[in-house]
């Protein structure tokens, strides 16, 4: 299951709705990337979606 690790965004569900209003249940998955992050000096692999990457390399 994709999670981030740092603000733990999971997986939402919705409906796809068609032409005819016919609704089915869909996954609205959040875009999860492994990535080497600096914490407190520590060199640290994580699972981080790509809204929490944007927020770090706005920090440095």
Do not use: W
Request: aromatic share 4%; with cysteine; proline share 3%.
């Amino acid at each position: 299951m994709a999670k981030c690790e740092l603000c733990g965004k999971r997986p939402r569900v919705g409906n796809n709705v068609s032409h005819a209003n016919n609704r089915t249940k869909r996954r609205f998955s959040p875009n999860i990337q492994r990535k080497v992050v600096y914490i407190d000096g520590q060199r640290r692999r994580m699972k981080i979606c790509t809204r929490c990457l944007r927020t770090l390399g706005k920090t440095k």
